[in-house]
């Protein structure tokens, strides 16, 4: 089978391996979509936090099953995704149902090899049924579940009025169930087309040019003076992070989902007379993965909005490169593996 190898930072190799075998607990599965994330963008220009070479990328996937063990629920020829951060299952994290943290945590893509291949095989507790939804729309369920547990961790609320500073992938979807969970969004980033983006496309209430306008007196016209009760940053700039605490309403909650290898700093004083709650937020949970699955469903989220680029597996080391140019307007580029 062929499969795309991030060697270094920079380049990419075509390689030739084994088809994986069934083994017990596992499911084979081709892959028909790879949808590319920012973590596949800052692991090829060799900016993401925490990484290692060689890798195969990819964990925005879906495909159809070739073979299971005779113990999964899931049949042969079914779409599905699937969980890519693979849990220890005995850990404090994992028995406290917090296994998108696990000590041990194995994402696909990151710290394992990922899904840019013909084949992969997984674990097959990590499977979710595709449930009539398109290859297409499976391979964004996980991006969109990064936002919608970033969403209930902050337990955003009718009435909220919820900051999202960054309008990539995560940071629009973050917006997207910020608005389903009945709050007013307001998204904040330097790029106009991103912001329109979100506006036109996700139904974002307000935008706010950081470099453009002046962000706290937005912020204090739009809530009526009391500033957001929410913040949730999805830029994983620190100098952003750091900068938006300066934002938040008293008794806020301000929720990380960017991240970043820096040090946060910020005023004791102001964030303790807030009695302000500071949070991370980290993968996502299969509750998340449903909830994102039942929204696409009902309608409330059209995740085909993203697509903005399309391309061949056998065109994607030739394409990469540009993905990262901001000129490109890239929202989320697809990856058709035929």
């Known amino acids: 089978m062929k499969t795309l190898v991030c060697v270094t930072p920079g380049q990419f190799s075509y390689q030739?391996?084994?088809?994986?075998e069934q083994s017990a607990g596992n499911t084979l599965i081709k892959i028909k979509r790879i949808g590319i994330c920012g973590t596949d963008l800052?692991?090829?220009?060799?900016?993401?936090?925490?990484?290692n070479y060689p890798r195969i990328l990819g964990h925005e996937l879906a495909g159809e099953i070739v073979s299971s063990d005779d113990s999964s629920e899931f049949r042969i020829g079914e779409a599905v995704t699937f969980v890519p951060y693979f849990n220890c299952g005995k850990c404090i994290a994992c028995r406290s149902d917090k296994p998108n943290c696990c000590t041990s945590l194995q994402v696909s893509g990151v710290h394992i090899d990922g899904g840019m291949s013909e084949y992969i095989s997984v674990a097959s507790y990590a499977l979710v049924h595709g449930?009539?939804?398109s290859f297409d729309e499976l391979a964004l369920v996980e991006p969109l579940a990064i936002g919608a547990h970033g969403v209930r961790r902050a337990g955003v609320k009718p009435g909220d009025f919820v900051l999202v500073a960054g309008a990539g992938p995560i940071g629009l979807g973050t917006m997207e169930f910020a608005r389903i969970a009945g709050a007013t969004v307001i998204a904040l980033d330097v790029n106009d087309s991103r912001l329109a983006f979100s506006k036109d496309k996700i139904g974002v209430t307000h935008t706010i040019n950081a470099l453009t306008e002046n962000v706290a007196e937005r912020l204090s016209q739009i809530t009526n003076g009391d500033m957001p009760t929410i913040i949730i940053d999805a830029t994983g700039n620190l100098r952003a992070i750091n900068t938006a605490f300066a934002y938040l309403a008293h008794g806020g909650t301000y929720a990380l989902i960017g991240l970043q290898k820096g040090e946060i700093i910020f005023s004791h004083p102001e964030f303790h007379k807030r009695e302000a709650?500071?949070?991370?937020?980290?993968?996502?949970?299969?509750?998340?993965?449903?909830?994102?699955?039942?929204?696409m469903k009902k309608g409330l989220v059209d995740p085909t909005t993203y697509i903005t680029h399309r391309v061949k597996f056998d065109e994607v080391a030739d394409q990469f490169a540009g993905w990262l140019d901001p000129e490109n307007g890239v929202i989320k580029a697809m990856v058709s593996v035929d």
């Open 277 to 295: 709650t500071l949070m991370s937020s980290r993968n996502a949970t299969r509750q998340d993965f449903e909830h994102v699955i039942d929204s």
């Open 16 to 20: 030739i391996s084994e088809k994986p």
């Open 42 to 51: 800052h692991a090829f220009e060799g900016t993401q936090p925490f990484f």
């Open 131 to 133: 449930d009539g939804l």
